[in-house]
């Protein structure tokens, strides 16, 4: 494996080179290479972590030395002539220090483009960042990549570490780089990978989407020791999975009820907001085993007696917070109780409070910016602020991405705009094309062209984009500089042309946010996802409704919560019941396999119960086994080249999948039908005569038939549009029901939501799947950052084997208000509603228009002189 020299560049080490052939003269039989799939040719050495090892190593025959002996020992000194190359290779496996995984992000865990960077905030206790440390990059790259000019590069809290080209198009490939004393502190560290990439072949726009780095967060992350000094303050230094969440075990002792229950809920959601996690995976049962994760114990001092380690915490009295260390080869326990119900309550609100903000500057910087820079309205921004940084770029497509968090109550329409002021500036003899493109949430939102062949250098490229592309929550802003020339037709990338900056984009760009209208849509998962709205709305406590309490949906609910949770930025007091009966004029939460619901909480949010139990029947009895699928997630050099979370993993369906074919419609009584006519039984070239066609054509060619045609569209469009004005219209007295949402048949979860009334206390959202474990599975995908940022609409269908999310907007949409009335506000919403509702708009203004001219005409007649 490639090591890192002091100067940051990878250089390999020869002594595994000898290592290597010292094992293949001491084998006595062929051995295969092991790659990262399994046995075949290995391209390179790749090293994973202790107890991480892709396949394990087979002992060797009696009578051979183990690899590594002397050579000549029980074998014959040269292979026979016959094997091949790959088989002459042996396998080589060193062990290694584990790493501390990266966190789960909205970015996911791809470089792609020309120039591109990922940032990680890692937080580490302080003993942990005295430590000797190593940066660890696994990684895979696209096969166009050319590795003589591409580069990968890590930096920790501005420090650059190291670097290396980019060349792994066919297997992983592990590199490191040792961190300098000193560049790590106590508390939040950034984490920095930046890839600069060029194509082999191909110097058009197009191809540079070919261009792309994986990272393999199974194996990247910093090579530290485990934390000595983890205190209930440093909980955010638990170290995540392979895919970047953290476990959560939540030990039983006894099946709880479901008050004991409703409080271990509490617990995962303050843990989760105390870790500031973007990615929780919760599970009930028993300990948790080895480096990742933390174990949950949650009850009154009664209920909790006789737990492993507890009995070391002395009595208990009052609220107790208490963090046990690593036992064996158990990850550490925190400990929440008390000596009764409202004790262990209060150590639920303790433990939200906690929280070490501390770290570097440029950790402590970079922490809150992972979940979007929030932005509130009447805003002045510089994109400095952002973390966007000034840079000049010789390549051919710019893309400069940041995030920004609208707030939950945001309402999208076009009633403002957001002005993007760039500052920067491009070179002389780019093509005529070359223009600037800025996106929102993956839509077209402006296109400014690069016209002058002279060059420019600009300082307030003004750009508008409308709030209708912006959502709650979550927005991803990408501004793309498409700038090709001539010199790419040659497509020398060596060439010192290539290396001449064709665009200057400076960190005083700004964005000017205007004031916001601020009401809740209703229905709409956007606000759900963005701020837990129905659910942290004044009033009677939002319900979480179980019907089912088995582990897997437990699972599901407890993950689910934690996720809002993170959303709403506090514990959210659920109520936990079984029945979904009753819960008019309160939120509700309801998650639960299908065959356990209601069929009037199904239609409730839009859903058909039959379409549901036609779909789903097929797997209904599917189960998402433990092991490399569902939560426990899968990774293959496949789904690493597709860039799909790894925890958006499903097993092959152990029931085929089949969709019922649907009713047939009845058969027509032939005694009802009218008797054919001649021309319906005479063939299709006899309905008419020649002179008769002849005739028609020439009076449509005569242009005779025109004005009617015309006439007869024009009243045709009139009327329907008089239609539509008169169905808004009615909708404004009485809310129309919406038609029932069509399934997905790939879906394997569903998140719906529909509300009775005109409250954000008459809403219910519905968390659904086939069974339990594919419930439990479905939701540890729904909740990966990269995911959960795109629920919007007021249905979401989730394919958890690959992440595919498809949405279905609302057809009628109510504005809910959530804040104290005034009158720039109500003067927001409303032009927002009236944008939203173009049919009304125009009949309200016809209608003023109308009353302008009686009134006009009435007072006209009282004026002047008539004249008889």
């Not at 909980?235 to 939540?250: I, K």
């Not at 995976?281 to 492993?308: D, K, W």
């Not at 004790?343 to 910016?369: E, F, K, M, Y």
């Not at 540890?780 to 007021?794: A, E, F, I, Y």
Request: hydrophobic fraction near 45%.
């Amino acid at each position: 494996m490639p090591l890192p020299s002091r100067a940051g560049r990878v250089r390999p080490l020869p002594f595994l080179a000898a290592l290597a052939l010292a094992c293949a003269l001491a084998a006595g039989a062929p051995v295969r290479a092991q790659s990262f799939l399994g046995t075949g040719p290995a391209e390179r050495l790749t090293v994973p972590p202790t107890g991480d090892a892709l396949r394990p190593q087979a002992r060797p025959p009696a009578g051979q030395p183990p690899a590594g002996g002397p050579p000549g020992a029980g074998a014959p000194a040269r292979p026979p002539a016959a094997e091949t190359d790959a088989a002459r290779r042996p396998s080589v496996q060193a062990t290694i220090a584990p790493a501390r995984r990266l966190p789960a992000g909205t970015r996911g865990f791809r470089l792609s483009g020309e120039e591109d960077g990922l940032q990680y905030p890692v937080y580490l206790t302080e003993g942990q960042a005295r430590g000797t440390a190593r940066l660890r990059v696994s990684y895979l790259s696209a096969i166009s990549v050319a590795p003589e000019v591409s580069e990968l590069s890590g930096l920790v809290n501005g420090t650059k570490v190291g670097w290396t080209r980019i060349q792994a198009p066919g297997a992983v490939k592990v590199v490191e780089f040792a961190i300098p004393d000193g560049v790590l502190k106590g508390g939040y560290n950034a984490v920095t990978l930046t890839a600069s990439q060029r194509h082999r072949v191909d110097c058009s726009i197009d191809a540079t989407y070919e261009l792309w780095t994986q990272i393999d967060p199974s194996r990247s992350g910093l090579v530290v020791a485990p934390a000595p000094d983890l205190e209930l303050k440093s909980l955010a230094a638990l170290e995540p999975d392979e895919s970047g969440a953290l476990p959560v075990g939540v030990l039983l002792n006894e099946r709880p009820n479901l008050p004991r229950l409703e409080r271990m809920i509490g617990a995962v959601q303050a843990l989760a907001l105390v870790g500031r996690l973007a990615r929780p995976a919760v599970t009930f049962g028993g300990p948790l085993t080895g480096r990742n994760g933390v174990n949950l114990v949650v009850g009154t001092a009664t209920e909790i007696r006789g737990t492993e380690g507890v009995d070391d915490l002395g009595p208990i009295t009052g609220p107790r917070l208490a963090l046990l260390p690593p036992r064996g080869n158990r990850v550490p326990t925190l400990v929440v109780s008390g000596q009764g119900p409202d004790d262990v309550r209060a150590a639920i609100a303790q433990l939200a409070a906690l929280g070490d903000p501390g770290g570097s500057t440029a950790g402590t910087t970079l922490a809150p910016l992972v979940r979007g820079y929030e932005v509130h309205g009447g805003e002045r921004l510089d994109l400095e602020r952002l973390g966007v940084a000034t840079r000049e770029f010789n390549g051919r497509l710019l893309r400069t991405r940041f995030e920004l968090r609208f707030p939950a109550d945001f309402v999208p329409a076009d009633y403002g705009k957001v002005m993007l002021h760039l500052a920067g500036g491009y070179a002389a003899g780019l093509d005529s094309s070359a223009q600037i493109v800025v996106d929102i949430n993956g839509r077209n939102a402006a296109s400014v062209p690069l016209p002058y062949t002279r060059g420019e250098v600009f300082d307030d490229q003004a750009i508008p984009l409308p709030l209708s592309l912006w959502r709650p929550g979550l927005n991803r802003v990408e501004i793309s500089a498409q700038l090709p020339n001539a010199s790419d037709k040659v497509c020398d990338t060596l060439s010192p042309a290539a290396r001449q900056p064709r665009f200057l984009f400076l960190d005083r760009t700004r964005l000017e946010i205007p004031a916001l209208a601020r009401a809740v849509r209703s229905p709409d998962l956007a606000a759900v996802k963005a701020g837990a709205v129905p659910f942290v709305a004044p009033g009677p406590r939002p319900r979480l409704v179980l019907p089912t309490t088995d582990r897997d949906t437990a699972d599901a609910a407890a993950t689910l919560a934690a996720r809002l949770a993170i959303a709403a930025k506090r514990v959210i007091d659920f109520e936990l019941v079984s029945d979904a009966g009753g819960t008019e004029g309160r939120a509700s939460l309801v998650v639960a396999p299908a065959r356990a619901l209601n069929p009037v909480t199904i239609q409730s949010v839009g859903l058909d119960p039959e379409e549901i139990r036609r779909v789903w029947g097929g797997r209904a009895e599917t189960v998402a086994t433990p092991g490399p699928f569902g939560a426990e997630g899968v990774l293959t050099l496949d789904r690493l080249r597709r860039d799909l979370p790894m925890r958006c993993a499903l097993p092959p369906a152990a029931v085929p999948v089949s969709v019922a074919a649907p009713a047939a419609p009845p058969k027509p009584d032939p005694a009802t039908q009218p008797p054919p006519t001649a021309a319906a039984n005479a063939p299709s070239g006899a309905l008419a005569t020649e002179a008769e066609i002849l005739a028609r054509w020439d009076q449509a060619l005569s242009g005779s038939a025109f004005v009617p045609t015309v006439l007869r569209e024009g009243w045709s469009g009139l009327a329907n549009r008089a239609l539509k004005l008169r169905d808004d219209v009615s909708g404004l007295v009485e809310k129309p029901a919406g038609p029932s949402v069509s399934l997905d048949p790939r879906a394997s979860l569903i998140i719906a939501e529909g509300s009775s009334g005109h409250a954000l206390s008459d809403s219910t959202v519905l968390v659904t799947a086939p069974n339990p474990s594919m419930l439990k599975a479905s939701v540890s995908c729904l909740v990966d950052p990269v995911v959960w940022t795109r629920l919007v609409g007021r249905a979401a269908f989730l394919d958890a084997s690959d992440g595919t999310l498809t949405t279905v907007e609302p057809d009628h949409v109510a504005l809910i208000e959530t804040r104290a009335w005034s009158l720039p506000n109500f003067r927001l919403v409303s032009a927002a509603w009236l944008s939203l509702n173009p049919a009304s708009y125009v009949g309200m203004t016809l209608f003023m228009a109308l009353c302008l001219g009686l009134a006009t005409t009435g007072l006209v007649r009282q004026l002047g002189r008539r004249n008889d």
